[in-house]
């Protein structure tokens, strides 16, 4: 009964979508604004039924009813209850049920903000989202039914997959399907904005903090991502340019660029079909990615089984990308600029270099993750582009987009002379140089580590010399440091939240210049009592012992001692273990962090004779915390150019308000 009323209400939640399409397509076209009315009605009534079969997945998996095949896939008597909650998007169907009802959530609170005051644009908002809808509705509905019956019921489930119990796996789908779900709202008004003609800076406002938040959890998705393949993964990295990880990259990089052009539109009124070109690009890669995690059509070790799914999620982008396409040549006309780029050196040409060069990142990103395609449509025989090739490439590419960084909040709008940014790049760039000197004389001789932190340390001396500069004019009025940098933030938090996201950045820059090219590693099979020797550290393996755990896993734990010049200075328990149900086998490293660097260590095989022999991979990782500290610098710039402000709102508004009445000009 329980998955019955789930079903059921996934179906009405499926045929409420198109009624709202339908009605707000009728109202408009009628000019019946009780028939728009409903179909904002019917929106937010998709979240309850979502929800309640959500809901209902979730019961019928704390009640183990193993009739229902997903939860018989993902889930088992022995399971503890919080995984049994996560299990919701542990596999492909619950998954899509759960971006459901992510998708419905942003409807739901696009519908219930002020949306009279959009009344042109809403009925073509409510289309959008409500197209979207039902396609992912319909295949949750109709294909990948996630209550679908087995005949005969077993006594227990396979159980979550192991790979999936890390913390940060249970946190990491979520992050990504609020950023993919979230990247909607904006392509949905930029569509509305499209048909309806009204092609001001109307639906950039009203989108700009929808945009971010999506931005936001993307992004985070990306460094739980990151964190979670390091704990768990054992291969002593965080990023293998794999194509689940690369699908979840490209849309971050489209609204990225995206969030720093459409600054130049509100201050010059330019770039008008640009900006709506990055969001149709950010919302087909959603989909897209959404597309090569479930279809399988790309190998990845994080993608789903193949499935059926793939030919409808390619029909459905095909007909959304012709949709878009056909709109923007429709308005090309209006969509030209009142304004010209006046000058090459300025902040407007700043911004459009750094979208040239995040979506020639992209471009690259794009070409070698679908290359096994294109080279079996070609050759007949599918490719495949290994990681070493995507840093050769992209290195350059993102040392340029680092530097950039640095001097483009140096420019002027309209034009700035060269005079100007050599007198403020100066002394950064001599201190930068010194700084990579000194480096040199204590040993470093890797030329392209010596270019990046030149790179890396000019654009960070740059940043801070913003906040600097901030706030010593604020002091110069009176206020004391401390009071002068918080109110800099509090004025201008979107100006000075995209510097902390720069720092952020470059923060994590010196991680991965460390990480990628200082990394030491070895492996050796060594017997209890023996020791091995990377760099300054010497591991010495105790033995190991093998034992039951939790949920059919047997565990595999080695003790080993580690000595930093002689000096014992941590005991790690690196891990092997087995999913017996499914003979799944998982590996868990274990490290010695600090600021400086991860001494990390993977059991890669144990032999339990009377030596107690293991085959231990070790590696050593420069810097590799500050790629996790940078991203919480990030995360926490992100929060303070999000943050609403209040009084700053409420005077916009009232003052769109009076010219809307005509009370006043603009």
Not at 307 to 332: D, E, N
């Amino acid at each position: 009964m329980i998955p019955d009323i789930g079903y059921i209400a996934l179906v009405l939640a499926f045929g409420v979508s198109i009624y709202a399409a339908f009605s707000a397509w009728y109202g408009n076209r009628s000019e019946q604004i009780r028939w728009v009315e409903s179909g904002r009605n019917a929106t937010v009534i998709v979240l309850p039924l979502v929800a309640l079969s959500a809901g209902m997945l979730i019961f019928s998996i704390l009640r183990n009813d193993y009739s229902v095949e997903y939860v018989w896939r993902v889930s088992s008597r022995d399971m503890p209850t919080y995984l049994k909650v996560t299990a919701l998007w542990g596999g492909q169907a619950g998954s899509l049920l759960f971006w459901n009802f992510l998708m419905a959530s942003f409807a739901a609170m696009v519908m219930a903000r002020k949306w009279r005051q959009n009344l042109n644009l809403m009925p073509y908002v409510i289309i959008v989202i409500s197209m979207t809808q039902v396609f992912f509705l319909g295949i949750s509905a109709f294909i990948e039914n996630p209550f679908a019956r087995l005949a005969m019921v077993p006594l227990d489930g396979n159980g979550l997959n192991p790979l999936l119990r890390h913390p940060g796996m249970i946190i990491h789908p979520p992050m990504l399907y609020l950023g993919f779900t979230g990247f909607v709202i904006p392509y949905a008004f930029a569509m509305a904005a499209l048909i309806s003609g009204q092609l001001d800076d109307r639906w950039i406002r009203n989108t700009r903090r929808w945009t971010l938040v999506a931005w936001l959890f993307l992004s985070l998705g990306l460094i739980l991502g990151g964190r979670w393949a390091y704990d768990v993964l054992g291969w002593g990295g965080y990023w293998a340019w794999d194509p689940v990880e690369n699908a979840s990259l490209m849309p971050w990089l489209a609204g990225t660029a995206f969030l720093h052009s459409v600054m130049i539109q509100e201050k010059r009124d330019m770039f008008k079909m640009w900006n709506i070109f990055l969001v149709v690009m950010t919302y087909c890669l959603v989909i897209l990615g959404t597309f090569v995690v479930r279809s399988g059509v790309i190998s990845s070790v994080h993608s789903f089984a193949q499935s059926a799914i793939g030919p409808f999620f390619f029909a459905f982008i095909v007909i959304m990308f012709t949709f878009s396409a056909y709109w923007m040549t429709k308005r090309r006309e209006a969509l030209s600029s009142k304004n010209q780029l006046s000058s090459f050196l300025s902040r407007e040409a700043a911004f459009l270099y750094n979208n040239f060069i995040i979506l020639a990142i992209l471009a690259v990103v794009f070409l070698f993750t679908y290359y096994p395609i294109f080279s079996e449509l070609v050759t007949g025989e599918k490719g495949f582009v290994g990681a070493p090739v995507y840093k050769q490439a992209l290195a350059p590419l993102f040392a340029a987009l680092l530097l950039l960084m640095g001097v483009a909040p140096l420019t002027m709008w309209y034009r700035t002379s060269i005079q100007r940014l050599q007198k403020a790049t100066v002394w950064p760039a001599l201190a930068a140089l010194v700084f990579t000197g000194v480096l040199a004389v204590l040993g470093m001789r890797n030329w392209a580590a010596m270019l990046g932190v030149w790179i890396v340390t000019f654009s960070l001396l740059l940043t801070l010399m913003e906040f600097w500069k901030g706030t010593r004019a604020r002091m110069k009025r009176g206020e004391p440091a401390w009071t002068a940098f918080a109110n800099l933030m509090a004025r201008n938090r979107r100006r000075y939240g995209g510097y902390w996201i720069h720092l952020g950045v470059l923060i994590m820059a010196f991680g991965i210049i460390g990480t990628e090219l200082y990394q030491q590693q070895t492996q050796m099979h060594i017997m209890s009592g023996q020791s091995i020797t990377l760099g300054d550290y010497e591991m010495v393996f105790n033995g190991a012992r093998r034992y039951a755990g939790p949920d059919d896993l047997m565990v595999t734990e080695a003790d080993v001692d580690v000595f930093l010049n002689g000096r014992l200075v941590a005991t790690l328990a690196p891990q092997s273990e087995l999913y017996t149900r499914t003979g799944q086998p998982m590996t868990i490293p274990d490290a010695r962090s600090t600021i400086a660097e991860d001494f990390y260590v993977i059991l890669v095989n144990w032999e339990p004779t009377s030596a107690n022999e293991a085959t231990f991979r070790i590696y050593l990782n420069p810097l590799i915390n500050w790629v996790w500290a940078g991203g919480l610098i990030f995360v926490f710039g992100t929060l303070i150019a999000s943050w609403p402000d209040r009084k700053q709102e409420e005077v916009l508004e009232a003052r769109r308000e009076r010219v809307a009445l005509g009370v006043v000009g603009d």
